[in-house]
């Protein structure tokens, strides 16, 4: 039985992890995160230790791993805050673990960097929730667009909203110190996104940028890009029923659109599947987009050559 231990247990994004250590047969051996609203770990694994003390956690951990067999953990699933991931990353890899990381994997470049170096004098892995590369809707696309790569350039629209109230910028995520920006906590897989179907990054412009919206303009290997990001409310299309429905994705090539609001939830198990069998995605798959983002989020908003999102007229209209 693979062992995992995890990070960041009282957030959002948890339960999707804990389902997937379930569903895949695996045993969580402790959780660590400072608040103590954890009992979610009830429905999955009751017997976990739990730690609020960061120290505490890596002692129990290092133990873990002098005793080895079964006692051992093989796996640090990283759910932790985004300024909080490179500590994590490097704990596993400290530990000769492997660390299986949310988005993004790092804040900042350079970082890749040092992880790399730590990473090749380890007998763990660093593997990245890129869930977006196993939506089969998605794999489906991409398998096409390779088919059709010598019939020229994609006209390419990629909308994203979804909903935040005002909690948000109050949080560690309003803090792009701890966060990278909403380019990096809400966008960064759908950069990747765009980078796996079309190729590389040539030329990037980003029109806007607040505290809650940020648009921009992307020249590909394969593609013209044109891309809105949103945690207001009020820039879901009208045709949406706001009371039932707080997010849209939505990605647009050469005027035939793919909705993928649904289905996106449920694919974490499928990413740790792909981990425990040593086909997940690691550094070299993350690299891109996390430079995208970073330099998203360093440069001043300006108009560019490309026309802008549709949405962002909208928005500014509306306002």
């Known amino acids: 039985m693979t062992n995992f231990a995890l990070t960041g247990v009282a957030g959002y994004i948890?339960?999707?992890?804990?389902?997937?250590i379930k569903a895949t047969g695996s045993q969580l051996l402790a959780a660590h995160d400072p608040h103590d609203s954890v009992g979610v770990l009830d429905q999955y694994f009751p017997d976990a230790a739990y730690f609020q003390s960061a120290e505490r956690f890596e002692r129990f951990l290092s133990r873990r791993q002098v005793a080895g067999g079964d006692d051992a953990c093989h796996f640090l699933s990283v759910c932790a805050p985004n300024?909080?991931?490179?500590?994590?990353?490097?704990?596993?890899?400290?530990?000769?673990?492997?660390?299986l990381c949310e988005k993004p994997l790092v804040i900042h470049p350079h970082s890749l960097d040092d992880l790399e170096t730590l990473e090749s004098t380890s007998r763990g892995r660093v593997f990245v929730v890129l869930q977006l590369r196993v939506h089969p809707p998605l794999v489906e696309l991409r398998d096409r667009l390779l088919s059709q790569s010598a019939n020229g350039r994609s006209r390419v629209s990629v909308t994203y909203v979804t909903s935040r109230g005002p909690w948000?910028?109050?949080?560690?995520?309003?803090?792009?110190?701890?966060s990278g920006g909403l380019a990096t906590n809400i966008g960064v897989h759908f950069f990747d996104l765009l980078i796996w179907l079309f190729g590389a990054v040539q030329r990037s412009e980003v029109h806007h940028r607040d505290e809650h919206r940020v648009a921009g303009?992307?020249?590909l290997d394969r593609a013209d890009v044109t891309w809105f990001l949103s945690i207001d409310r009020a820039d879901l299309p009208d045709r949406v029923d706001r009371t039932t429905q707080r997010t849209y994705r939505s990605i647009t090539i050469d005027g035939e659109e793919l909705e993928f609001s649904d289905g996106f939830t449920d694919l974490h198990t499928v990413v740790y599947q792909e981990a425990l069998a040593g086909r997940g995605f690691g550094i070299h798959d993350a690299r891109p987009s996390i430079?995208?983002?970073?330099?998203?989020g360093s440069v001043d908003p300006l108009p560019g050559e490309?026309?802008?999102?549709?949405?962002l007229v909208r928005s500014k209209l509306r306002s």
């Open 291 to 296: 430079e995208l983002v970073h330099q998203i």
């Open 217 to 219: 303009a992307l020249e």
């Open 168 to 178: 948000y910028r109050y949080s560690w995520k309003g803090d792009p110190e701890k």
């Open 14 to 20: 948890a339960p999707r992890h804990l389902r997937a």
């Open 306 to 311: 490309a026309p802008p999102h549709p949405f």
């Open 83 to 99: 300024w909080v991931h490179d500590h994590n990353v490097r704990l596993a890899l400290r530990l000769d673990a492997n660390a």
